[in-house]
């Protein structure tokens, strides 16, 4: 029931900035970002949840992705800045209508819809 499109990928030079748009139809309780590059495990590095007023990062993206939200459009962005070569990689938006784990917040698994992804590539 619920359908998510991305936008905003694209190439970049090293120390750049893009950012991510993710626009939902129908309800959502938790809406996160994931990453994943070629021959690597799908990733988590934001989540936005409990009725959009609590935030969760991977360390590996603290200080340099910040989460955030357009109620209005019904959209959430992930603002990249710093941007690394070793960042290049499909960039998918994921959400679910109910609560997540608590332990595992960034889990693949723990979001049961998908956007079809935007490529981002950062060059050096």
């Known amino acids: 029931q619920v359908q998510l499109v991305e936008s905003g990928g694209g190439s970049v030079q090293a120390g750049g900035s893009l950012r991510l748009s993710c626009t939902a139809s129908g309800y959502t309780y938790r809406v996160g970002w994931f990453r994943q590059a070629p021959g690597k495990e799908r990733e988590g590095v934001a989540l936005?949840?409990?009725?959009?007023?609590?935030?969760y990062y991977a360390n590996s993206v603290k200080g340099r992705f910040t989460i955030s939200q357009d109620k209005a459009k019904n959209t959430v962005y992930l603002q990249m800045k710093s941007l690394k070569p070793e960042y290049t990689a499909m960039y998918y938006c994921a959400a679910h209508t109910t609560y997540g784990s608590r332990y595992r917040p960034l889990d693949p698994a723990e979001f049961a819809y998908w956007g079809q992804g935007t490529q981002v590539s950062v060059s050096s």
């Open positions: 936005m949840y409990d009725g959009y007023y609590s935030t």
